[in-house]
């Protein structure tokens, strides 16, 4: 499956087929990786109040409206839950912090580059965004995973664009802690 500019993994992608019910889906624009990226770098040099956000993908059955859209943009240090409750999502131990639900996820991370002057003293804060759109899944343990497991792929295709160090402190394949709430 070609979805998202090859940006999910074997698992991911199998995982998408879970989330979405289907293994046939609608064709979607490539370049996403590309464009995500360059407004990322292009988003830090600026360094706006209110960064935009840049879409990788829209992946969806083919004739269906449910979808999974993912984003990726730059976030503040407010932005971090550290801990605090957020209605239906739920904490794991992945990047700086992660949380994922039935409809949402998140996945924020640090990314010193080379591709990014002056992330070596502060570093790039991205935040890849998964939303599930017509969403009915039930809020349980394999579908916040499976969430999780689509964007971990795809934010470390993001961050290995960049080239951040480290991968941005992920790992080559999802952590499924999850963190007391």
């Given at each position: 499956?070609?979805?998202?500019?090859?940006?999910?993994?074997?698992?991911?992608?199998?995982?998408?087929?879970?989330?979405?019910?289907?293994?046939?889906?609608?064709?979607?624009?490539?370049?996403?990786?590309?464009?995500?990226?360059?407004?990322?770098?292009?988003?830090?040099?600026?360094?706006?109040?209110?960064?935009?956000?840049?879409?990788?993908?829209?992946?969806?059955?083919?004739?269906?409206?449910?979808?999974?859209?993912?984003?990726?943009?730059?976030?503040?240090?407010?932005?971090?839950?550290?801990?605090?409750?957020?209605?239906s999502?739920?904490?794991?131990?992945?990047?700086?912090?992660?949380?994922?639900?039935?409809?949402?996820?998140?996945?924020?991370?640090?990314?010193?580059?080379?591709?990014?002057?002056?992330?070596?003293?502060?570093?790039?804060?991205?935040?890849?965004?998964?939303?599930?759109?017509?969403?009915?899944?039930?809020?349980?343990a394999?579908?916040?995973?499976?969430?999780?497991?689509?964007?971990?792929?795809?934010?470390?295709?993001v961050?290995?664009?960049?080239?951040?160090?480290?991968?941005?402190?992920?790992?080559?394949?999802?952590?499924?802690?999850?963190?007391?709430?």
């Open positions: 499956m070609r979805q998202c500019d090859d940006t999910l993994s074997q698992d991911a992608a199998r995982a998408l087929e879970e989330v979405l019910r289907t293994k046939t889906f609608d064709d979607s624009p490539t370049g996403g990786l590309e464009r995500s990226t360059a407004g990322l770098a292009a988003d830090y040099a600026k360094d706006e109040r209110r960064p935009p956000t840049h879409r990788l993908c829209r992946a969806s059955p083919a004739a269906a409206s449910s979808a999974i859209v993912l984003r990726f943009r730059l976030y503040r240090d407010t932005e971090l839950t550290r801990g605090s409750p957020v209605a999502l739920h904490p794991y131990a992945m990047g700086v912090e992660a949380l994922s639900g039935p409809r949402k996820a998140r996945l924020y991370t640090r990314c010193a580059s080379p591709q990014l002057q002056g992330s070596d003293r502060h570093p790039a804060r991205v935040v890849g965004e998964l939303e599930s759109t017509w969403s009915t899944l039930p809020d349980t394999p579908v916040r995973e499976a969430h999780l497991t689509i964007l971990h792929s795809a934010t470390l295709a961050v290995r664009k960049l080239a951040c160090e480290n991968d941005a402190g992920l790992d080559a394949k999802p952590v499924f802690k999850a963190l007391p709430e």
